[in-house]
Nanobody, 116 residues
Framework: QVQLVESGGGLVPPGGSLRLSCAAS????????MGWYRQAPGKQRELVAS???????NYADTVKGRFTISRDNAKNTVYLQMNSLKPADTAVYHC??????????WGQGTQVTVSS
């Protein structure tokens, strides 16, 4: 089973930027759709961005215009560029396929904290 390792999170002030990476232990080229999810304390996990192969992308309304998802199948990596960050973006960010891979496919995630 493909293992996913997220990185790139941190503490940034409002208006700042971060670039998250998700490295897969195996090939993602055959995975039709990949996504970035986030889970804030006390809230359910939500899908914020998705990408079909390296073409079509979709975003939650809350991040549209600020976040950009991309994928590099040759590197088995998915990225999330996050700009104009807001305190409401504070969460643990995970990547996974859509729908999520079966079994224990979720990685540790990477913490993003937006605060002054």
């Amino acid at each position: 089973q493909v293992q996913l390792v997220e990185s790139g999170g941190g503490l940034v002030p409002p208006g700042g930027s971060l670039r998250l990476s998700c490295a897969a232990s195996g090939s993602i080229s055959n995975i039709y759709q990949m996504g970035w999810y986030r889970q804030a304390p006390g809230k359910q996990r939500e899908l914020v961005a998705s990408i079909i192969h390296s073409r079509s992308t979709n975003y939650a309304d809350t991040v549209k215009g600020r976040f950009t998802i991309s994928r590099d199948n040759a590197k088995n990596t998915v990225y999330l560029q996050m700009n104009s960050l807001k305190p409401a973006d504070t969460a643990v960010y995970h990547c996974n396929s859509i729908p999520p891979m079966p079994g224990d496919s979720w990685g540790q995630g990477t913490q993003v904290t937006v605060s002054s």
